[in-house]
């Protein structure tokens, strides 16, 4: 842990309730009446009617409105509607079921309105444990942390999970994964961020290729759902290197899709650091099960089928320098220098599908 100098770290700990255990969604309404939330506006993705019938009857009464139009990257004319439905609908908490696009829109009502967030999240982004929020429009995508975008209460139920694609479920656990990865070369990053990234990395590790072989298996499930939750806790107490820097820039001004992006990219990035962050390599190669960490997340990565070519999800040689310009612009903890002819170098290897 002390490869990066003395060890020196500050976190805030703000009160959040969490419920965990398959079939827990059934306990929403009391946690509510506990909270004093009597209203809610529930917010989630298109085509996501049989969920949202299933919530109106849970709820009865306390569901208010529903906005089922959340999209990736939280665009900002997508904010602007949610904000006039909540207005009229004038709930007193805000209820988001779904993925990281549902959570990214309730963070921007919740910072807009100062309205408490409630969160089921139901795939493995872990953006519910996280004070960070993003918008995007045509200028790219803007993120921060703000105290109003962390949920006060969130539901991980797996039975609302068994019905997520296997290549979203892949896809959304690597995410999770690169939270895990990078927190623990973080720069800050104190012992307890180690302990829940590497648990993280662990159950993520098993839990992932489980869930292709048998996408209905509740307790892959669980163990999915458990790493996100940590990986999720470890992203929101540490601040993250290139690998992160690079997915949002791929996302919000190239318009690669945001999970496949950090499944795909990984590998790359860890291999880019591996020589300078020694020690977290170790846990993380330790974590993962194998000797080294780079060919574990790669063989990872292609057992699960997220080991694809930032080709195919878009991204084209012309892009690359600007990217690249783009990655390497502000200043971030990474445990590497980053310079502009190495970042393209290593995406234009990802972007081929060459050995990291
Ligand atoms: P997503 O929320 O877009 O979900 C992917 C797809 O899965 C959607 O079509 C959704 O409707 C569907 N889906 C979700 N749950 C399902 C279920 N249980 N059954 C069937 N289908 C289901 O994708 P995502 O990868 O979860 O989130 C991506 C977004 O999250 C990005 O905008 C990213 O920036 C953001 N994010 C934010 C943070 C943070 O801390 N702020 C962290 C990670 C990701």
Not at 133 to 145: C, F, M, Q, V
Not at 165 to 190: D, K, R
Request: hydrophobic letters at 50%; a neutral charge.
């Amino acid at each position: 842990m002390a490869e990066q100098g003395p060890l020196r770290f500050a976190f805030d700990s703000p009160a959040i309730r969490v419920r965990f255990g398959a079939g827990c969604v059934r306990e929403l309404p009391a946690e509510l009446d506990a909270l004093g939330f009597a209203r809610l506006l529930l917010i989630t993705t298109p085509g996501r009617a049989r969920d949202v019938r299933a919530m109106r009857a849970l709820l009865g009464p306390r569901l208010a409105e529903t906005f089922a139009q959340a999209l990736p990257h939280v665009p900002a004319e997508l904010v602007r509607r949610a904000l006039e439905v909540t207005a009229a609908a004038r709930p007193d908490a805000c209820l988001v079921f779904g993925g990281g696009s549902a959570v990214g829109l309730g963070k921007a009502v919740a910072r807009e309105t100062g309205l408490p967030l409630v969160a089921v999240p139901t795939t493995y982004a872990g953006s519910e444990m996280t004070s960070i929020w993003g918008i995007s429009d045509e200028g790219g995508k803007r993120t921060g942390r703000d105290a109003r975008a962390l949920p006060r209460l969130v539901l991980y139920d797996a039975e609302l999970t068994l019905d997520l694609p296997p290549a979203i479920s892949a896809a959304s656990g690597m995410n999770a994964m690169a939270h895990a990865v990078e927190a623990m070369y973080a720069a800050g990053a104190g012992p307890e961020v180690v302990i829940l990234a590497e648990d993280a990395i662990r159950r993520l590790r098993d839990a992932l290729p489980r869930i292709i072989r048998e996408p209905r298996n509740v307790d892959a499930r669980d163990q999915a759902l458990a790493g996100a939750h940590l990986a999720g806790r470890s992203l929101e107490k540490a601040v993250m290197g290139l690998h992160h820097k690079l997915c949002h820039v791929l996302g919000g001004s190239f318009g690669l899709p945001h999970a496949e992006t950090h499944a795909a990219l990984l590998p790359y990035v860890v291999a880019f650091n591996a020589a300078a962050a020694p020690e977290a390599m170790a846990r993380i190669a330790a974590a993962l099960g194998a000797p080294d960490a780079v060919t574990a997340l790669l063989s990872l990565s292609q057992s699960i089928g997220t080991a694809r070519p930032l080709a195919e999800l878009g991204l084209t040689a012309e892009q690359v320098p600007r990217a690249a310009a783009l990655a390497c612009a502000g200043s971030y903890p990474n445990p590497r220098a980053v310079t502009e002819p190495d970042v393209a170098a290593l995406l234009e290897r990802a972007r081929t599908g060459a050995a990291p």
